[in-house]
């Protein structure tokens, strides 16, 4: 196996001995194995402190005043906006958040199951038997039309394509060390200045979109904009046009960004699992015959749960989070000074051989209460979707939109997986580089 690309071995019988490596994360594996839950790298405010494990998952989900995003994540600032959740902290973080959670609640998601199962049917509905497609390219722009329709409305979502492009110029500066993209910034390279004019087009987009909701002329297809204008806090407080751009924008970019990947693993893993893909289609098969999953189905589809959490375990979009430190603490009877950087990690988390049975393997049923080696794990031990302070608001959008969507790939198609390994970049979205691509055996 080459030591860039996450490879496998054949397992049996629906998932068996998968050794699935990312080696960034590997290498922060071996280093926990080594060190144990704390370590320090490097000196001083450009330091880095290393809490793994899910103890200390606990202490920083616990203790969040000892800890700021804004400074971890200025790589994002060109995208997502300095207003936005994740680079928000203290008071004006839950101000935020209390303005915009209603709009990513269960019922509200319930609201877009159409739009997700109608998504993934127009993707399908391309593929022909015997022609080769990037399945991860495919429901990548799916997942992002179904964001951009579910929470915005069909005007935006009519530019998803056009969203999708100016976008992916501006994540791709994220793809960069904070160091590079200071330069960058600094230097106007071209990459910048194109990234700051495809983020300049996006803008205007949106604010125009914000003016019109704005000035009344709102229909019923209007949900989350109208829900973001419209909210107001204890203090009667609205959010202002940049709040809301920047609200918006995080939703879309955090909404495709980390879903697709997963989505692009979770069919590498069932096709490349003996026996995954076949049980995970039977059961749909069962549950839903030909249509689309209702939301009672969705509660009745257990191994394609089990699908979906197993590659969240193995292939959790963040690899890694990070905060400022910026009060001193005591950590496992060390001092730890304000100033550096504080990394956690789901991916090491995920892989410790003291939580899960034979942890690189990929299978389902560990999921499933009635298996013998069943162990419901702790919100400090299974943490794709973080916790705490900033836990992800759309875990449950992620978890639905998945689980329509493979489902209507299981029932519609089977695929056979093309010769190669799909290798990992990211540590902020952990995603296939090359795609999945995919030969379509049959498709109806
Ligand atoms: C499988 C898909 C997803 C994964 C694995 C994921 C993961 C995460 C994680 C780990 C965080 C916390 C980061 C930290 O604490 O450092 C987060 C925050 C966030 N996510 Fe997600 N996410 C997913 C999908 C979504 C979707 C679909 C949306 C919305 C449409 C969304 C919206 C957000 C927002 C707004 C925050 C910031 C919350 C805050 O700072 O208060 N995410 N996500």
Partial sequence: MSKNSIGERAGSGGGGTDAVTYPP????LAMHRRFGPLMRLGVGRRGFVYLMGPEANAFVFANASLFQTREAFEVLVPVS???SLLLSDGDVHRRRRRLVAPALHHRQIDGYLEIMANQADAALDGWRPGSRVDVYQDFRAAIRRTTIESLFGSRLAADADFFGNRLQSLLRLVDDLPTMLALRRSLGTPRWRGAMADRA???ERIHAEIARVR?????????VL???????????????????RDQMVSLIVAGYETTSGVFGWAVHAMLSNPGVWERAAAEVRDVCGD??????????LPYLTGVMNETLRLWPPAVISARKIVQDFEYAGRRIPAGPMMIFSPYVTHRLPELWTDPLSFRPQ???????DYRKPGPHEFLPFGGGAHRCLGSTMATTVLTVMLARLLSRTTLRA??????????????????????VLTSR
């Fill in 25 to 28: 994360g590997d290498t922060l």
């Fill in 81 to 83: 906006g300095e207003r």
């Fill in 201 to 203: 087009m996006v803008d």
């Fill in 215 to 223: 000035s009344g002329a709102v229909d019923g297809d209007d949900n």
């Fill in 226 to 244: 109208v829900n973001l204008v419209t909210a107001r806090d204890e203090d009667g407080d609205a959010l202002s046009d940049i709040e809301i």
């Fill in 291 to 300: 249509r689309a999953p209702t939301r009672e189905d969705l509660r009745r």
């Fill in 366 to 372: 560990r999921w499933d209460p009635q298996d013998p």
């Fill in 418 to 439: 093309l010769p190669g390994k799909p290798k990992a970049v990211s540590f902020a979205a952990m995603r296939p580089k090359d795609g999945i691509p995919v030969e």
